[in-house]
């Protein structure tokens, strides 16, 4: 079954933890991306990578690292987490960027820094 | 710069009503991308549409429609005979093609509830 896959799905964290959300896809697909999700904010984009070993900044990338290795993986680390963190977390995969095809979402990860 | 704009926070319909989502963009590119997404009260995020700049054509699929107007700038969501199952998060985003940072930019969402 094609499909995006996040773990953890749930996780409660302390200041300064650092901590790492995984992403994996199996559809062969070039353009990852990180989106967090918060009441009247909407979605807005973290990270994105185009293809292996190339990453850009989004909107909010401060206080968030990513990598892109290998094709099916896009791991999020927050190496320093703090309360404003604290947020529902989606990655996505697309056939390729620049916004032609549609995206695959991830189940979420919610995600709560004390 | 991009920009999605969703003015429609929250919408309560009652069932069988019809119901259009707003969804008004900026964007200073000739060549661009617009998308619709639900979210479901389970809370994952699915794909209903992709419209490019250069098809005007409004599309129908089911009791969805969408109508697409590069004059006002608008890319409306219109549910037609609507149902409880319709209730969820709904969200209008952008890319621009010649977009060198390749961002997308998301709307900040219409939640919509369907009264039985």
């Known amino acids: 079954e094609a499909q995006v896959t996040q773990n953890p799905r749930y996780l409660i964290t302390v200041t300064g933890k650092k901590l790492t959300v995984t992403c994996s896809q199996n559809?062969?697909?070039?353009?990852m991306s990180w989106y967090r999700q918060d009441p009247g904010l909407g979605l807005r984009q973290i990270y994105y990578?185009?293809?292996?070993?190339?990453?850009d900044k989004g909107d909010v990338p401060e206080g968030y690292k990513v990598s892109r290795k290998e094709k099916r993986n896009f791991p999020l680390i927050l190496e320093s987490p703090s309360p404003n963190q604290t947020s529902l977390y989606f990655c996505?995969?697309?056939?390729?960027?620049?916004?032609?095809?549609?995206?695959?979402f991830g189940p979420g990860t919610r995600l709560t820094v004390t | 710069a991009q920009k999605v704009t969703q003015a429609q926070t929250e919408i309560s319909v009652v069932e069988k009503e019809d119901v259009t989502l707003d969804c008004v963009y900026e964007t200073r590119d000739t060549t661009y991308y617009l998308f619709w997404y639900k979210q479901p009260p389970s809370g994952e995020l699915v794909f209903l549409i992709r419209?490019?700049?250069?098809?005007?054509q409004n599309e129908i699929s089911g009791r969805y429609s969408w109508n697409f107007q590069k004059s006002t700038s608008s890319f409306n969501f219109t549910i037609t005979a609507s149902q409880v199952v319709d209730s969820a998060v709904y969200f209008c985003?952008?890319?621009?093609?010649?977009?060198?940072?390749?961002?997308?930019?998301f709307g900040k969402g219409t939640r919509l509830h369907i009264l039985p």
């Open positions: 990578s185009m293809n292996v070993e190339v990453t």
């Open positions: 419209r490019n700049s250069f098809d005007e």
């Open positions: 559809m062969n697909h070039e353009y």
């Open positions: 985003a952008l890319s621009e093609l010649m977009n060198r940072d390749d961002k997308i930019i």
């Open positions: 996505a995969s697309s056939l390729r960027g620049q916004g032609f095809y549609e995206q695959y």
